[in-house]
């Protein structure tokens, strides 16, 4: 990707682009919670020849924290206004677990710019199914990504799948984090405090793809059955891995992406 900073009305971002064909609209991705662009590469790597933005959320990677707190709402206006910058007039969005929440306020909110919608290992918020306790609490710090010791001993057991195989997986997926700072991470986790899309889910009119990891301890698979009965233009399909699939399956992932872009309506 070619990463580059934008200042997109006041706010300086860390865009990365993946170039490609232009005849297609490009793929906007929201990332996970504190992750940064790096973090994705493998899923970007495996797709086939589509245009992919992603950028640092503020306060995330490279992206400077925000003065005040922020709302989806926000998030999703500034993902539109980068767009406008970088010459797009509409974008196939993908939003994977925190980032889902932000793909679906985009889809709803800037619905003429959103042509298909894709949520990975997401669910509708606040109102979801959630995790057990002793997951919740090890997603409530940072600490993993500044502790590698403690991210290589609790990966399988929050991010279940692939990663449950061993330290070696976790480390690769480690060499491409780019730590920022605990406010980033806890403006995220304030953001989506209380923040649910179901009243609205209904009035969605793009054709989405629901992904789901049927070992999914974080973002249990139900939620994405949730998505796609209440979205109604949506279809489900459930990977045999974890939360981490577009990493960890990327290949997989990328084919299914792929032929959801670019199948007929």
């Known amino acids: 990707m070619q990463i580059a900073f934008h200042d997109v009305a006041g706010q300086m971002l860390r ?7 232009g005849a297609q609209p490009p793929l906007l991705l929201f990332n996970g919670i504190g992750a940064n662009i ?9 797709l086939a020849g589509r245009e992919t933005i992603v950028f640092d959320v503020p306060g995330v990677g490279g992206s400077p924290a925000p003065a005040l707190p922020y709302r989806p709402r926000a998030l ?25 929440a932000l793909a679906q306020q985009f889809a709803f909110q800037q619905g003429a710019r959103c042509r298909r919608l894709v949520l990975a290992a997401t669910s509708p918020g606040h109102l979801m199914v959630p995790a057990r306790p002793s997951v919740l609490l090890k997603m409530a710090s940072p600490r993993r990504y500044r502790d590698r010791g403690y991210m290589e001993r609790i990966a399988g057991d929050i991010y ?20 920022a700072s605990d406010r980033g991470y806890y403006l995220q986790l304030l953001a989506v405090m209380g923040w649910t899309s179901l009243p609205w889910l209904p ?28 979205i109604p233009r949506a279809r489900l399909v459930m990977l045999d891995d974890g939360h981490l699939f577009l990493v960890t399956s990327a290949q997989q992932s990328a084919t299914i992406v792929d032929d959801f872009l670019q199948s007929a309506a």
């Open 15 to 21: 865009v990365g682009i993946r170039p490609g064909d």
């Open 38 to 46: 790096e973090l994705v590469s493998p899923f970007v790597e495996a």
């Open 76 to 100: 999703a206006k500034l993902a539109a206004r980068l767009l406008d910058q970088l010459g797009h007039r509409e974008a196939d969005v993908l939003g994977v677990s925190w980032g889902g």
């Open 160 to 179: 279940g799948g692939a990663m449950r195989a061993g330290p070696e997986l976790v480390r690769r997926h480690l060499r491409h984090v780019r730590w």
């Open 203 to 230: 009035l969605l009119r793009q054709p989405a793809l629901v992904m789901a990891g049927q070992d999914d301890p974080l973002v249990p698979a139900i939620n994405g059955r949730i998505l796609a009965a209440l």
